[in-house]
């Protein structure tokens, strides 16, 4: 009677372990089956979600992290931008955003991300970007209701462009960095 009971519980746990699975399968699936028209897709970040902080910010009302490879912190690392280098092919950067909220039960009640809102992308690749200081960009709004990503429009808010060039024109206000606005934060 005992292993039958262990047996079932062990059934059970797999079987509840399976359908988890296959729903993060299948989210995943959707998420990186998405791209920019004309440009970068969602599945050339796989594992975003795992990169180093390179920052925080807050802009706009939302809060963002913002991570990056190993390209891109082994090239902060090394002083890029900075010291006047420019980022290497391969280095990669995502913005993750969200709504922030109060977490009213914790004390001094801060501020902390609620709701996602949006990711965005960075990509260094000289050769396919190089009518955009030789990066590609992709902002992808998340819809809460339907856990589901589709590329960022004028409709977005912030409006964005939505081809691979979208970052190009405020970027240009950094080509002195090499495009990036973000500094690796002191730790």
Same mark, same amino acid.
């Given at each position: ?5 262990? #047996? ?16 993060? @399968? ?59 280098? @420019? ?17 009213? @039960? ?8 609620? #709701? ?31 856990? #589901? ?32 606005? #973000? ?5």
């Amino acid at each position: 009677m005992r292993t039958a009971i262990l #047996t079932g519980v062990s059934i059970s746990a797999s079987i509840a372990i399976l359908v988890t699975s296959v729903s993060i @399968s299948a989210q995943d699936k959707d998420k990186y089956a998405v791209k920019v028209p004309g440009g970068l897709a969602f599945s050339e970040f796989r594992g975003y979600e795992d990169w180093a902080v390179i920052s925080l910010s807050v802009n706009g009302g939302k809060v963002a992290a913002i991570l990056g490879n190993p390209a891109m912190i082994d090239a902060y690392k090394q002083g890029i931008p900075d010291n006047g280098k @420019s980022f290497p092919d391969g280095a990669m950067m995502a913005k993750i955003h969200w709504n922030p909220k109060k977490q009213e @039960s914790y004390p001094g009640q801060p501020m902390v991300p609620g #709701t996602l809102h949006d990711v965005d992308f960075m990509v260094k690749d000289s050769k396919r970007f190089a009518d955009s200081g030789g990066w590609g960009w992709g902002a992808f709004d998340y819809d809460e209701a339907s856990g #589901t990503f589709r590329p960022a429009n004028a409709a977005s808010r912030p409006p964005q462009g939505n081809d691979a060039k979208c970052g190009l024109t405020c970027h240009t206000d950094v080509v002195t960095r090499d495009y990036v606005f #973000t500094e690796y934060g002191k730790r």
